[in-house]
């Protein structure tokens, strides 16, 4: 997987809690002990979030925990849709996961994955949308509301749409303006009014210059657990004897 196609943690959490099979996946508890693995029963349903560095367990017991735990990913029906949610990073460009065991590989594994990708990988320039693309309805909503607001809950209320649904919308349109995601909420409108999607006296000037990020609510995230949901803690680490 390539830097270009690794989605926003958000979508990709969401798209992999939504996946018809997800209540089947490996790592979930078994039905009658939730303690353990449905996958494989000689687990503990925490063997994924382990750490898989040396620390709290010996070594020789890591590498089989690791082992079984990869073994179950193998037949795992979402296995694909954790890897890339596993894959997933933050604006900030780090892994949004950053421990456990997602899509068979650990967190180490993914995080040399993502260094030899951006090794090897040149810096792709964006190029902006075609206008028409940013004239839909709800974009422009989500713009002007932009333009006048800078908290998310007014910038969605403004909107009409849910704060998820506006946060998205920002990202969309700071991608196809040919900006990064972390853009500026100034940087953001500047652009759109030079892209004549704004009037520049439709924008408020904001002290703080930058939206905080949103914190999704169960509501808004629909259902999109965070990694703690999805490999439930248990007693203890490590293969059950």
């Not at 039905?31 to 693995?37: G, T, V």
């Not at 990913?73 to 997602?102: D, K, N």
């Not at 422009?140 to 910038?155: F, K």
């Not at 924008?203 to 949901?229: C, E, F, K, N, Y």
Request: with cysteine; glycine share 8%.
């Amino acid at each position: 997987m390539t830097s270009s196609r690794r989605l926003d943690p958000k979508i990709a959490q969401q798209e992999l809690t939504d996946h018809p099979y997800y209540r089947y996946r490996g790592c979930a508890p078994d039905p009658d002990d939730p303690r353990l693995a449905a996958g494989d029963n000689s687990l503990l349903v925490d063997a994924w979030q382990a750490p898989d560095v040396d620390g709290g367990e010996e070594p020789e017991a890591r590498q089989e925990r690791v082992r079984a735990a990869k073994a179950v990913c193998a037949r795992c029906p979402v296995l694909g849709a954790c890897g890339v949610y596993g894959a997933s990073v933050t604006p900030e460009g780090r892994l949004a996961e950053r421990h456990a065991i997602l899509g068979g590989l650990t967190a180490t594994e993914r995080t040399r994955v993502l260094v030899e990708e951006r090794q090897a990988t040149p810096v792709v320039v964006v190029e902006p949308a075609p206008v028409e693309q940013l004239q839909t309805e709800q974009k422009l909503a989500v713009l002007r509301a932009l333009a006048a607001h800078a908290d998310p809950v007014r910038v969605a209320g403004a909107a009409g749409v849910d704060v998820r649904t506006a946060n998205w919308q920002r990202t969309r349109l700071a991608t196809q303006l040919g900006l990064p995601r972390s853009v500026s909420r100034r940087e953001l409108l500047d652009a759109a009014v030079a892209r004549g999607l704004l009037r520049s006296d439709e924008v408020v000037d904001d002290p703080g210059g930058r939206v905080r990020p949103v914190q999704l609510s169960l509501d808004d995230a629909l259902g999109a657990a965070p990694v703690t949901a999805l490999f439930p803690p248990a007693p203890r680490l490590g293969v059950a004897a």
